[in-house]
């Protein structure tokens, strides 16, 4: 994951402004909004580990299986691709209780700063699209038996959803989450 976040701050440091700025009136005054914030940075922190683990299955099994096994001793450098799977789907089932609460706190809180529950802002559509996405996958796995790469893939495309909630929504779309001014 290391390259993931080298590259995440690379693109923070290239493109989000440096300068501190008051925060707009809505944002000043409620606990509950930065509790919301962390809420949605863990479960984002935790759906980016089965999006590595995600990869690696993906890498792991893209490569043909070697003629003769390690000598004793010696072991290959990624983990076997069943706990790959493993480390994905339960980082899933850390993240997605996260994301929902994340998304309820969310809702919560623009009830009392904008007086509704949700808007259908860009940030808000989005990070439903991503829930969505995340739901699918617990479904597809738990209920259809979805393992391997089908289940991968769908997590690389899970974090994808996450990537553009967090950095695509403020830089391109304009709406009551792009506080940064970017």
Partial sequence: MLPVATVMMAVALAFFPSEVRPLVPALQANRILGIHVTTMVLSYSALSISFGASILYLLKTARPAPATQPAEGQSSR??????????AYWSVLVGFPLLTLGVALGAYWANSAWGRYW???????????????????????????????????LLVLGFGAVLFTYFAVNFLISGLHSYAGV
């Fill in 78 to 87: 990624l983990p076997d691709s069943e706990t790959l799977s493993e480390i």
């Fill in 119 to 153: 808007g259908w802002d860009p940030k808000e559509t989005s990070a439903l699209l991503t829930w969505f996405i995340y739901a699918g996958y617990l479904h597809a796995r738990g209920l259809r038996g979805w393992e391997g790469r089908r289940s991968a893939w």
